[in-house]
């Protein structure tokens, strides 16, 4: 699976996003997909994730209240949207994909897409 996430920028706080993360070479069936942030100096961290049904999400305690992570299938495409955004939300996010239960660990996850920068200025 070749994954490209993108919807990256400059924004300002208070603002919302929204990424999309593109499957290429297979579709996400049966692939549980995740979003990850790394901010600069900083370890990967999860954000989000939703099982390959759509029906099951999961969000991290940073994002839960301002977020929401969707799928179209019929696209090959995972959204993740975020609202209300901080300076403490600017990261690289990463998309990837796991065949287990929307797991938080980075270390679960088998691809990864390139990552899309999302800066917020205040």
């Known amino acids: 699976v070749q994954l490209q996430a993108s919807g990256g920028g400059l924004v300002q706080a208070g603002d919302s996003l929204t990424l999309s993360c593109i499957a290429s070479?297979?579709?996400?069936?049966?692939?549980?997909v995740g979003w990850f942030r790394q901010a600069p100096g900083k370890g990967r961290k999860f954000v989000a994730a939703?099982?390959?049904?759509?029906?099951?999400?999961r969000y991290a305690d940073a994002v839960r209240d301002r977020s929401t992570i969707s799928a179209d299938k019929a696209k090959g495409t995972v959204y993740l949207q975020i609202s209300s955004l901080k300076s403490e939300d600017t990261a690289v996010y990463y998309c990837?994909?796991?065949?287990?239960?929307?797991?938080?660990?980075?270390?679960?996850?088998?691809?990864w897409g390139q990552g899309t920068l999302v800066t917020v200025s205040s």
């Open positions: 070479g297979r579709t996400f069936d049966n692939y549980d």
């Open positions: 939703i099982d390959w049904t759509g029906s099951r999400s």
């Open positions: 990837a994909v796991s065949l287990n239960r929307i797991p938080t660990t980075p270390s679960f996850y088998d691809y």
